[in-house]
């Protein structure tokens, strides 16, 4: 179960503070590129909409990521 968008754990992910060794190469490309898009505009709304994608993305494949998804989030996501 993903926690809430409101998390803290979503914007230090987006922002690139997460450091995880994920096991879906999809997950690797989705975060790299979002990252990236957080370096490149670091604003509160920018950072909202990127913690909006990644929700988006880790609730479409949370069967697939379950792993990645416990490595960023650890028993929070159980």
Known sequence: ??????????????????????TLLATKFFIT??????KIDPSSESIGQLIDEAYAFFKKNEKLAQKDIEAIFGQESK
């Open 1 to 22: 179960m993903l926690p809430p968008k409101t998390h803290p754990r979503w914007k230090e992910l987006v922002c690139g503070k997460v450091k995880v060794s994920f």
């Open 33 to 38: 590129r979002v990252t990236g898009r957080a």
